[in-house]
């Protein structure tokens, strides 16, 4: 378009525009928002149009989410989903290691744990947060930078597409740490990849790579990070040279073991991780949807979003009330675990645990230090 033709259809548009922000478009602390120029499919950049991109930058801690975050990213959300210059929005996080591996468990462990009544205010934002990604205006893409784990993995479900590192690993964590992925997985997995897959992925808390979560549907697309000589390469620790196995069964996608899985953490760590294919491929998506109806495509994701979002209002507030009182018995336990133990030795004794309830032993205090890591290397 000329820029005379440009002027002259924004003539057309009022002298001064209404705010439908709620905020200012800021930057909250541990939560990034940013406009980015809108590119092209042939990479030209496009006056006046944006994407909004929306990062949580707690790197340290795996960019996993404390409540003045989730706070900051509904609020991010709202503001791009208002602005009208911004053709999508990117969800990701800092660095290379992790997009989010879901609430922050120190906080869990030394603010909520006992503490319901508290957890259930923290789960009005987090519900928020899930109903904001959802409920945007404008298409959102998780750029998955690195591994998406329980919460992680349930705010990055609820975006529209995923493109992923192939180094990021997927899946949850709470029946290991003490809770339920009712923050969102419970509802998306079944619509997203089956109720058998859903079933392996959302109980067992054993990640899956980014290969199988391609291959089931979970996600859109991943593209390699890891650069050897100059070279990228395909994840080495994850078998993607094969499809089956000597029996027929499908092992694309999955983790290696033995020598093989050892000889893929040493090229691992001889490699550095570069995500600049990452990122063109976001591009790529944002220049395919720049060049669509902008209502006509915000129609058809309100459309797709439903099975997702009819999960979703039916149990966010059963679940929200669930999770509170959890946290007087099992996340109560198990996100001290994860706190206090060491790297090594994180999790609660499961089997006292299940043995004391099918004695009978009530939930005090005495149980939950009988669980924790210190109780069992006997200090
Ligand atoms: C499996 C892990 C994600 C990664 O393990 P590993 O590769 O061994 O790295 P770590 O050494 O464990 O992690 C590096 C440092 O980051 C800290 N970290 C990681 N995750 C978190 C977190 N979620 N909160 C706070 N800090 C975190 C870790 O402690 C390390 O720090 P250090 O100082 O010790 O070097 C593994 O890290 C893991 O399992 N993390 C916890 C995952 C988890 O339990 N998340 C919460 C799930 S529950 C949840 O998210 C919910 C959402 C809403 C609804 C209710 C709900 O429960």
């Not at 054993?206 to 994840?235: C, Q, Y």
Request: hydrophobic fraction near 40%; charged fraction near 20%; aromatic fraction near 8%.
């Amino acid at each position: 378009m000329t820029a005379h033709s440009a002027s002259s259809l924004a003539a057309a548009a009022p002298a001064a525009l209404h705010d439908h922000d709620l905020v200012p478009e800021t930057v909250v602390p541990g939560v990034l928002y940013e406009k980015r120029p809108a590119r092209a499919p042939d990479g030209a950049l496009v006056p006046g149009l944006y994407n909004a991109w929306i990062t949580l930058d707690n790197p340290r801690q795996f960019n996993s989410y404390t409540t003045e975050m989730v706070k900051g990213v509904i609020l991010a959300f709202r503001a791009a989903s208002n602005a009208r210059d911004v053709v999508a929005t990117v969800f990701t996080g800092s660095g290379d290691k992790a997009f989010c591996t879901g609430g922050n468990t120190k906080e869990y462990a030394e603010y909520y744990a006992g503490n319901p009544q508290e957890y259930r205010q923290y789960m009005r934002l987090f519900n928020d947060m899930v109903s904001a990604i959802l409920g945007c205006d404008k298409p959102v893409i998780c750029r998955v930078n690195g591994m998406r784990i329980g919460g992680g993995q349930e705010i990055g479900m609820a975006c529209d597409f995923s493109v992923a590192q192939d180094l990021a690993r997927f899946g949850q964590a709470g029946p290991k740490h003490g809770s339920a992925p009712i923050g969102g997985a419970t509802d998306f997995l079944p619509v997203m990849i089956g109720a058998e897959r859903a079933m392996v992925s959302g109980s067992l808390c054993e990640p899956w790579s980014a290969h199988k979560a391609a291959r089931l549907g979970m996600i859109t697309d991943i593209v390699p990070a890891l650069k050897i000589d100059g070279a990228f390469v395909a994840n080495p620790t994850v078998i993607t040279d094969r499809y089956l196995d000597e029996y027929g069964r499908v092992i694309h996608g999955e983790f290696k073991t033995g020598a093989e899985a050892a000889a893929g953490r040493d090229l691992l760590k001889q490699g550095t991780v570069d995500l600049s294919l990452l990122d063109a491929k976001v591009e790529e998506l944002c220049g395919k949807i720049l060049l669509t109806f902008p209502d006509c495509f915000t129609k058809t994701l309100e459309e797709l979003r439903k099975p997702k979002l009819a999960a979703w209002n039916a149990n966010k507030e059963n679940s929200r009330a669930w999770l509170a009182l959890n946290m007087m018995t099992e996340a109560r336990a198990g996100f001290r675990a994860f706190n206090e133990g060491s790297k090594d030795d994180r999790e609660i004794d499961f089997i006292a645990l299940r043995q004391a309830l099918a004695a009978g032993t009530p939930w005090n205090e005495a149980l939950t230090e009988r669980l924790l890591p210190a109780a069992r290397a006997g200090r």
